[in-house]
């Protein structure tokens, strides 16, 4: 049981590159999100999801987008890359609302 | 809306040393609670949780009381190690919430 698998671990992009995080869970879980969590800062939500199809917005959504076609994975875009989302990005899921959410290890990604 | 309120770090004690680290919150409903621990360069951990009213969540020799009458989940442990070191969050879920909110964390560092 891998539980939140995040991928890549490290990135570095060139202003104006795009990407893709990769997240996945193997446990079934409904609602899965995406958080940012700058140096020395606590987390900030970005989007999050309650199942297949369907996303929302969090505190900090611009210059990012993401996709829900499956319960199991939620990858996060980043287009045109910009100096200001240089961060460590974490996946995080969990059965339904109220509960404990599991983490991924995190991508550590900057951009310079 | 809901939110959570942690006192402010970096906390520094010596191994053996009594640790709390302060946690209030302000919520709609009565929402479960959590601390989870983020050791330097990894994901966060659920530490521990308590779901309702009186309960007394502990793991690890850590543990927090929810208490409705004041709003807080305090973290206290006895006695710390050095391998404590880490940085906490607080964070509480409301049923019917789509969200986890969380504090900022704490960081706190334990010296021999």
């Known amino acids: 049981n891998a539980g939140v698998t995040q991928t890549p671990k490290f990135r570095i992009l060139k202003i104006g590159q795009s990407m893709t995080l990769q997240c996945a869970q193997d446990?079934?879980?409904?609602?899965m999100y995406w958080y940012r969590q700058d140096p020395g800062m606590g987390l900030k939500l970005i989007y999050y999801?309650?199942?297949?199809?369907?996303?929302d917005k969090g505190e900090v959504p611009n210059g990012y987008n993401v996709s829900r076609s499956t319960t199991e994975d939620f990858p996060l875009r980043l287009e045109l890359a910009a100096p200001s989302q240089t961060s460590v990005y974490f996946c995080?899921?969990?059965?339904?609302?109220?509960?404990?959410?599991?983490f991924g290890q995190g991508t550590r990604l900057t951009v310079v | 809306g809901d939110s959570v309120t942690q006192m402010e770090g970096p906390v520094t004690l010596s191994e053996e040393a009594f640790l709390t680290i302060n946690c209030t919150y302000t919520?709609?409903?009565?929402?479960?609670l959590f601390w989870y621990v983020q050791y330097p360069g990894e994901g966060l951990q659920l530490l521990l949780k308590?779901?309702?009213?009186?309960d007394k969540g502990s793991n690890k020799g850590f543990e927090a009381t929810y208490r409705k009458e004041t709003t807080s989940f305090h973290l206290e442990k006895g006695s710390v190690q050095v391998s404590d070191s880490a940085v906490y969050f607080c964070?509480?879920?409301?049923?019917?919430?789509?969200?986890?909110?969380f504090g900022t964390g704490t960081q706190l560092k334990v010296e021999l």
């Open positions: 308590a779901t309702k009213a009186d």
């Open positions: 964070a509480l879920s409301t049923g019917g919430g789509n969200k986890l909110t």
């Open positions: 919520a709609t409903g009565y929402p479960s």
């Open positions: 446990m079934n879980h409904n609602y």
């Open positions: 999801s309650v199942g297949a199809g369907i996303t």
């Open positions: 995080a899921s969990r059965i339904r609302e109220g509960t404990e959410a599991f």
